[in-house]
C-alpha cells in the first residue's frame, strides 16, 4: 500500500499517540518524556514505519507549546491531529505589511497522507533582501499550515520505511498572517510545562535513536531465530548465535546508558528548572552511540542470515530495510 493501514491507523487514533506531547486541554496525552521514548521504542519493535510516522508527527505536536494560542486553537483539538513537516530551510518568508508570503518545497514529510497540519522553515526576507537575526546570520522562521494550505507531491520511494510516507510538500505565493509563525526555543514558550523547556535538539536525537534500538532488537530476534532454523547443532550456527548474543547484551548495556542520562536530564529540568550543559552533551552522545550500534550489530548479522533474509516477504529484511532507511536521517547520517 506504500502507507500505514487502515488498522494501523486506527490503533494510533484509538491510543491518541499523536498527542503524545500535546496538554490535556487539547485532548492530549500530557506525556513526559522518560515515558514517550520507552512508548516509542516499543512501537519500532512492533513496526518501524508506525513507530517512525508516531515520532515525527507527535514530536511535531510538541509545537503546540511554542505556537500562538489562538491559531493552536483551531488546529490541535482535532481528534485526528496529525502534523508532518520539515526542519530543512528550503523556503523563502517574505515580510508583508500583515504578515509573510511563503514560497518553497520540503522534502521528507513523514505522516503527509496523513496530515492535518504542516510546520516547515523559511529563510526570511524584506523587499527580497534577506533579513538577519541578532547575531548577524539570516534569520530563519517556522510556520504552521493547514493541510489545504499545502500541495503534497507524492515522491516517497524508499527501499525502507515505506509505509511512511514520507512525501514532499510545496507552498506558492501563500499569504499568511504573523500569528503562523513561530520560535522553537524555551524562552519562547507560550505553554510552560517541563516538556516545552527541554532542548530541541536531544529531544529529536533521543526520539530518533529510541525508533533505530526497538528495529535493532526484533532484527536481533529474527536473527537469532533464523540462524536456529538453518542448522540447530552445527557450529556455524553455534558461532552465529554467540555472536547475536552479544550484540544483544551490548545493547542493552547501551540502552540502558541511555535511559539513564535520559532520566537525569530530565530530573534536572524537574528538580532545577534547567539542564546543565554537561548533560545534554552526554544525553547526545548517549543517542548517538545507541545509533552506531544499531547499525553495527545489523551489518555484522546481516551477512549470516542467508539469502532467505534478502526476500522481501520476510519481516527480518523490512527491518533491514527499515533501519538502513531510518538511519539516513540527517541528525546521524554523518556516523
Same mark, same amino acid.
Given at each position: ?9 486506527a490503533?494510533?487514533y484509538?491510543n ?21 521514548l520507552?512508548?516509542e521504542e516499543?512501537l519500532?519493535?512492533c *513496526? ?9 508527527c507527535?514530536? @511535531? ?9 489562538r491559531?493552536a486553537?483551531a488546529l490541535?483539538a ?14 523563502m518568508?517574505e ?5 509573510y ?5 520540503w $522534502?521528507?514529510?513523514?505522516? @503527509? ?12 526576507? +524584506? $523587499?527580497?533582501?534577506?533579513v538577519?537575526?541578532? *547575531?548577524?546570520?539570516?534569520q ?10 499545502v500541495?503534497? *507531491?507524492?515522491?516517497? $520511494?524508499s527501499?525502507?520505511?515505506i ?6 510538500f ?7 498572517t504573523?500569528?503562523?509563525c ?20 536531544? &529531544?529529536?536525537?533521543t526520539?530518533?535513536?529510541? $525508533?533505530?534500538?526497538?528495529? @535493532?532488537? +526484533? ?5 537469532e ?19 547475536a ?17 535520559? *532520566? ?5 529540568? &524537574?528538580s532545577e ?12 552522545a548517549a ?7 544499531t547499525?553495527?550489530v545489523v ?14 516477504e ?5 527491518v533491514?530495510r527499515?533501519?538502513h532507511?531510518?538511519?539516513?536521517h540527517?541528525?546521524?547520517?554523518s556516523g
Open positions: 500500500m506504500r502507507e500505514l493501514h487502515p488498522q494501523q491507523l490503533s494510533i484509538k491518541n499517540w499523536l498527542k503524545m506531547y500535546v496538554p490535556e486541554k487539547y485532548g492530549g496525552l500530557a506525556l513526559t518524556l522518560p515515558e514517550i520507552r512508548l516499543a519500532s519493535w *513496526d518501524g514505519s508506525t513507530a517512525w510516522v508516531v515520532t515525527l507527535s514530536g @511535531a505536536g510538541w509545537f503546540v507549546g511554542f505556537i500562538d494560542p491559531v486553537d490541535f482535532d481528534a485526528k491531529l496529525c502534523v508532518a513537516g520539515s526542519g530543512a530551510m528550503t523556503g518568508a515580510i508583508t505589511d500583515d504578515g508570503v511563503l514560497n518553497g518545497r $522534502n521528507y514529510a513523514s505522516g @503527509a497522507l496523513h496530515a492535518t497540519a504542516f510546520t516547515m522553515n523559511c529563510s526570511v526576507s +524584506r $523587499n527580497g533582501c534577506a538577519c537575526a541578532a *547575531d548577524g546570520s539570516p530563519v522562521s517556522t510556520f504552521i499550515l493547514t493541510r489545504e494550505e500541495l503534497v *507531491d507524492t515522491c516517497w $520511494n527501499m525502507g520505511m509505509a511512511t510516507g514520507s512525501h514532499a510545496s507552498v506558492e505565493n501563500l499569504a499568511v504573523n500569528e503562523r513561530f520560535t522553537i526555543a524555551p524562552g519562547c514558550a507560550v505553554l510552560q510545562a517541563p516538556l516545552y523547556q527541554y532542548p530541541f535538539l536531544q &529531544l529529536a536525537e526520539t530518533l535513536a529510541v $525508533n533505530l534500538c526497538g528495529m @535493532a532488537v +526484533r532484527f536481533i530476534e529474527l536473527a531465530a533464523m540462524f536456529r532454523e538453518k542448522a540447530p547443532a552445527s557450529d556455524v550456527t553455534g558461532v552465529a548465535l554467540q555472536e548474543r552479544e550484540a544483544r547484551e551490548t545493547l542493552h548495556a547501551l540502552r540502558t546508558g541511555f535511559y539513564e542520562q535520559v *532520566d537525569q536530564s530530565w530530573n534536572a529540568l &524537574l528548572h534547567r539542564i546543565p550543559d554537561a548533560q545534554l552533551l552526554a544525553v547526545s543517542s548517538h552511540a545507541l545509533v552506531r550500534h547499525r553495527a551489518n555484522r548479522l546481516y551477512p549470516r542470515c542467508g539469502l532467505k533474509a534478502a526476500s522481501t520476510r519481516e527480518i529484511n523490512r533491514w527499515n533501519i532507511t531510518a538511519g539516513q540527517a541528525l546521524f547520517s
